[in-house]
């Protein structure tokens, strides 16, 4: 007897989420590879922990402000997990700065704290998008991408004599299922875009410091 097997119900955003991270996310920028090398600069190190604390370490979080909008009952059932989660991963950040010790002196400092404080910012608007989809679609980019970030952080981690607790990170397929598409996919590659610019800054921030 021949067995049936259901066909998977379509979901675009899920998709659509995917080839974003594959082309777009942490995993791919030149940075992050420099970052992971074996024999990486503490500075750069210490100065990625600092700003991804700047951007991602305060609360609440985007996840928080995301979960507190809209009325969507399974969106915000799942966003507010997620960010219980997400919790564990900005008191590992909070540990991380506390290990690594003070900012390495840059050239520009000024402007470059004030362009974190504009990305962190701009994540808290994308959070409170009252386009039905948007925020959803940025939470589940920043969960999906997290998982790049983290490997950076566990480098840190090791560099800095830390013990950090396994990532609890929280799938997204289901409910992304239930996604408009165009909007997800809108606050997804915000989101996106602003990782991908947190990292080129990080770079010119280590170019402009050399290699001493």
């Not at 992304?176 to 991908?196: T, V």
């Amino acid at each position: 007897m021949t067995q049936s097997h259901a066909t998977p119900a379509p979901n675009p955003a899920g998709t659509t989420l995917r080839r974003l991270l594959a082309t777009d996310g942490t995993a791919g920028h030149p940075f992050v590879a420099t970052l992971l090398a074996p024999r990486v600069n503490a500075r750069d190190l210490i100065d990625t922990v600092h700003a991804l604390c700047t951007v991602h370490g305060q609360h609440p979080d985007m996840l928080t402000i995301a979960a507190e909008q809209g009325d969507d009952a399974a969106a915000r059932a799942w966003l507010t997990e997620a960010a219980a989660g997400f919790a564990a991963e900005r008191a590992a950040l909070a540990q991380l700065v506390s290990a690594a010790g003070p900012l390495p002196s840059t050239p520009g400092q000024a402007e470059s704290s004030a362009a974190l404080n504009a990305e962190h910012h701009a994540l808290e608007m994308l959070a409170r998008s009252e386009r039905t989809g948007v925020a959803l679609g940025a939470a589940a980019a920043l969960i999906g991408d997290w998982q790049a970030i983290r490997t950076v952080l566990d480098c840190a981690a090791d560099r800095f004599g830390v013990v950090l607790p396994t990532a609890e990170l929280f799938e997204s397929d289901a409910l992304l299922a239930q996604a408009p598409e165009r909007a997800a996919a809108f606050g997804a590659q915000q989101l996106l875009a602003q990782h991908r610019g947190l990292w080129s800054l990080l770079e010119a921030r280590s170019s402009a410091r050399g290699r001493d």
